[in-house]
């Protein structure tokens, strides 16, 4: 009989006479994993939903039998009567249920997979020896194990097909290895959303077409090539170029976004010639997006840095390490001797790894004495929110991927499709779930398609949405049941409901151009879920005179609501950069020491250093120049990849080793530390950013003595609190290159299937716990900005031709790291300008005409984009594409026809 486990109903299972418990609504094939059986399949995957299209699952089944009476008849022995059904059933669709008994060995089964496979390859060309797919083929291992010895099928009548068929840019169809099972269209649709591939025709000369104009337009494309069960799918970076048993594999995370994917790195005479999803179900499941699959060729571009430069009157010179350490040195004394400590200060870019940061920051603060540190340029300029995080982040068991019905999710200000691309699809598939998402922005973004409330403000009222938001909690005393904990716990609760109760719901929402019944429905909807998150980008925390008005209402609206402390409760800040929250944990930051503290001096910001304020500056894995006015000082310094803008001003230019060449860590967007390893050998004299600094602060005096990453994050995680017990040997615990040897495993897995099978739940990383969460006892204080109510701008001013400029990202740019990879310089768009449908007809302009867009002495030509993803009265432009870079969020603009 069935028994209940934590609520749970467990029925008993008999697979080839094992008894076990497995929970309910288990699929067949799912339940004899649990006994180390693996039911070979073909369409099946534990991502998509079950089809039953292939029938290489087929199993036989058998319940038990019931008499007229109801009750389970009994035979001589006592057991249960089983009822065979009359014929074989898809153990991929089929769930299990109290007492069923499932035969997957006998007979019956295995004439029928024989035949499945028999029948595959009669169409299947026996290509092998050329596949790239060889070696880690589920095809290949299931004809071994289950296939026929040899074919009945006449040769002459084998059905051919195209071998090179492009489905767009990146990928590569084989028709004659297809064996239409469809796992690529449903991921298209299921997962990524996006309806890009279809079938088209029927029998044999049924085949995968790309759709839409281009074809197979999509940011996940390459996620089709792991989850095929043969070669049919190819990348045209991969393709033909090794095979993979000749490549070695290194466990990485993603160097680009803030999601942090985890990937495998393979590399082959110490080039990168693919990288792979690595299974981890908290931060990608076993996903990447196409950016951090292709995007890798920086790595090993031409143009590289790989030798330290200092530069004279008569121009650069190749030079030791020695000498160049020893140039800085001197040159560092000298300006402090001079002018004192307050004259040198640096600049450390949010991608580098938190080993460098934080001997970046205590090279700066302890060798030097200088508190003038930042990280905020470019992208990285509006990131904050460190204070929020810090004491309100998200319980660090939070799974964006697996929300339920439970949880509310208020997404603001952020474009997480082209930002953070993976998480995106992590929140729709939570969104299928039952989580209540409530996105709002200035403009209609690709996740607004999975929310049940999708809410359009004007750009830069974020501030009035939330006030709104949270005068209908108080309105409705939504806040009722936290009240008490609020009077306890929280200073200023009082005034701060005075202050927002001085305006109405319909005063706020007249502010920020929201209907006041669609703030109310949001305000209902987030106080009233048991568990909610607030997830801020980019957009809003635009500029650091708005973030600390916005970080505070966040706070407000999530301790009135009581949703801190706990899993699936609290803010994860939305940052532009793999390592963005490793450089804020770090202390790379003018008032903030490692470790999110409060620095005992505040120094100069990014601005401030770029702007003539010091007299030396150390520029290390940024590009402040590029991205803005940039006043050289005396003496700079700049370690890189490249030639940089902020480089070509340089006096002194070192190389740094990239994410592929050394080990290190980052921090992800929910704050969890990840290891990532070495798997390429690094280029020319290229060295990793914490040797440089060690060596120069050796010259300086100190006597560091690090050999490594690892016996940095061990003083990071003995020094720092918030990294306490972090250290290099518990992150790497789980740090795991999930591969099966050729033949091994189940025969029908595939790498990332294999990491499913075996590997199940994979999680590796460790995040630190917000305040909230680690301190039952903490007492918070709102400070909330005084509102005031001043009569709203109108949304559109055509008559004299003046918008709102909002900016975007797009996922491919002209950056350095996107430029230095061909193959996706295609998806790169050309600059272009989205406007409003109503205000395009008002100004007489049509889809695909030429606009000229005015501001600050600036003039752009630009292709008009009609639609209705922007509010009237706002235009959009994408930043970093030819022409468009250093545009002014929340400025007016001037749009004419040309």
Known sequence: MSNRIGGLWMPFVTIDDKKIEIPAGT???????????????????????????????????????????????????????????????????????????????????????RGVVEFLLTSHPLDCPVCDKGGECPLQNVTMAYGPGNSRFPAELKFHNEKRVPLGDLIMLDRERCIQCARCIRFQDEIAGEPALGFNARGRGMEIVALGDPPFNSKFSGNTIDICPVGALTSRDFRLTARVWEVNDAPSVCAHCSVGCNISISERDHQIKRITPRENEAVNEIWICDKGRFAHHFT???????????????????????????????????????????????????????????????????????????????????????????????????????????????????????????????????????????????RVTKLAEHAKQSIVYSLGSEVYFLLGMLRAV??????????DWMAARVGRFEETKKEIERFTVEQYAELCHVKPEKIRAAARAFAQAPDALILFGREAMHTLQRDAAVESLIAALLLVTGHVGRKNNGAIALYPHNNSTGAIDMGILPDRAAGRVEAKAKGFSAAELTNAKT????????????????S???????????????????????????????????TNTERRVQLFRAAIKPLGDAKPDWWTIQELANHLGARWDYRGAKEIMDEIAARVPLYAGMTHEKLAANVTQPRAPYGQGNPSDSPTEIAMGELEGMVSGIAWKSIAESDAG??????????????????????????????????????????????????????RIEINSLDAEELGIENGARVRVSFEARALELIAHVDGHVPPGTVLIAQNLDGTANLPMGALVKVERT
């Open 474 to 483: 108080a309105e409705e005393r939504l806040d009722a049941p936290h009240r």
């Open 300 to 442: 090993t571009a031409p143009d590289r840095l790989t030798t330290p430069m200092l530069r004279d009157e008569t121009g650069w010179h190749k030079v030791s390490w020695f000498d160049a350490s020893a140039t800085m040195a001197t040159r560092f004394n000298e300006i402090k001797s001079q002018f004192g400590v307050n004259a040198l200060g640096g600049i450390a870019g949010d991608r580098v790894p938190n080993e460098d940061l934080y001997l970046f920051q205590k090279f700066f603060r302890d060798v030097i004495g200088s508190p003038h540190l930042d990280h905020r340029v470019g992208w990285s300029a509006a990131n904050a929110g460190a204070g929020l995080v810090r004491q309100f982040g998200a319980g660090v068991e939070t799974n964006l991927g697996a929300l339920d019905k439970n949880v509310a999710v208020l997404v603001l200000g952020a474009d997480v499709e082209e930002e953070q691309p993976v998480l995106r699809l992590r929140l729709s598939a939570s969104a299928k779930r039952g989580a209540h998402l409530i996105v709002a922005n200035p």
């Open 615 to 630: 007299k030396a500056v150390w520029v290390m894995g940024a590009d402040p120049a590029a991205h803005g006015k940039f």
């Open 27 to 113: 699929l067949v094939v799912e339940a004899a994993k649990k006994i180390g059986n693996a039911i070979p399949v073909f369409c099946y995957h534990p991502k998509l939903a079950p089809v039953g299209m292939c029938r290489m699952c087929l199993v036989e089944i058998g319940t038990p039998r019931r008499g007229k009476d109801g009750q389970i008849e009994k035979d001589a022995s006592g057991n249960d009567v089983i009822a065979w059904l009359p014929k074989l059933q898809t153990a991929c669709t089929t769930v299990v249920s109290d007492g069923m008994v499932v035969r997957t060995a006998t007979l019956q089964v295995t004439d029928a997979r």
């Open 778 to 831: 903490a007492k918070f204080e709102l400070q909330i900005p005084s509102p005031k109510f001043q009569v709203p701008s109108p949304q559109s001013s055509v008559d004299n031709h003046q918008f709102v400029l909002a900016v975007s990202r797009a996922l491919y740019d002209k950056g350095t790291l996107v430029s230095k990879t061909k193959i996706v310089q295609p998806r790169v768009l050309a600059p």
């Open 632 to 666: 050289k000082p005396n003496f700079l310094v700049v370690s890189e990849l490249f030639m940089t803008e902020t480089a070509k001003l340089a006096d002194v230019v070192l190389p740094a080793q990239s994410f592929a060449e050394r080990d290190g860590t980052f």
